[in-house]
């Protein structure tokens, strides 16, 4: 007897803000896999016999790889278990769910994908930052800021990019010098506004605003680390309006 997966959107890192749906399979699971941007808060939901497992993943160093994910989700299914898989943000937004989904789907698993409230929206707004707004950005991108350009090779369609008005950068701390150089080069205002949001929607949230000229060392000086998103765009302007959340962060700027 196959039992059936949930692939889950944790969100952003607010436990409030995961869905109906999502508690509502974290309250059935006899399994739960979760990731570490999962907020330990929402396992709470979860009945008192269901098995916890920490996939742990982080740059350079992943409790779990992988494939030793789709093993445990394959194998728990297949004793007839209701299984979730728990992701921080949405599943299929640099979530590796679709992998995860195209495996199930390979081993006649019967799955259910949950999507969740993606970084690249929640934590500006909880920053006071619209990614859209009439007046200063009509076009919007989420893009990752980690891949092939550490080994040398570029990833990214700069030329695009720099044309749009706000960039959401995912895991890209380490490779922030990289992504304002090649704004700039391929035409974005090096005075273009930046906000970099660390640990968006929790307690431990952190805001530094600065420019594509001054980003990196801004970066820098304050000694902001992952979890971190980078925003690039005239609408981080406007959190001197709207930082409604203010006065929950640490400020910085």
């Known amino acids: 007897m196959s039992g059936y997966v949930y692939i889950v959107g944790a969100g952003p890192g607010d436990p409030k803000l995961l869905t ?4 509502e399979c974290l309250q059935i699971a006899d399994v739960i896999l979760y990731d570490r941007l999962v907020n330990p808060q929402l396992l709470t939901h979860a009945k008192a016999s269901a098995e916890l497992i920490y996939c742990g993943k982080e740059p350079g160093k992943h409790r779990l790889i ?12 297949k004793l007839g278990k209701q299984v ?9 937004v640099f979530g590796r769910g679709a992998e995860e989904a195209a495996i199930l789907r390979e081993e006649n698993i019967p799955y259910e994908v949950v999507p969740g409230i993606t970084a690249g929206i929640a934590a500006p707004a909880y920053a006071g930052i619209p990614v859209t707004h009439r007046d200063h950005g009509a076009s919007y991108a989420i893009v990752t800021g980690h891949g092939r350009a550490e080994k040398g090779e570029d990833f ?10 706000t960039v959401a950068f995912y895991m890209s701390i380490g490779n922030i010098a990289h992504i304002a150089n090649s704004l700039i080069h391929y035409g974005k205002n090096e005075k273009t506004p930046v906000a970099v949001i660390e640990w968006g929607t929790t307690e431990k949230q952190r805001t530094i ?3 594509l000229a001054t980003i990196a060392e801004d970066i ?25 959340f203010a006065e929950k962060e640490q400020e910085l700027c």
């Open 84 to 92: 979730v898989r728990l992701k921080g943000g949405d599943p299929f």
């Open 156 to 165: 990214l369609n700069w030329s695009a990019l720099a044309q749009i008005d």
């Open 209 to 211: 605003t600065g420019t």
């Open 20 to 23: 109906i749906r999502g508690l």
């Open 220 to 244: 820098r000086k304050h000694d902001i680390t992952n979890p971190s998103l980078v925003l690039v765009g005239d609408v981080v302007q406007l959190r001197e309006q709207i930082a409604w």
């Open 66 to 77: 992988q494939e030793e994910i789709h093993r445990i989700l394959i194998e728990q299914a």
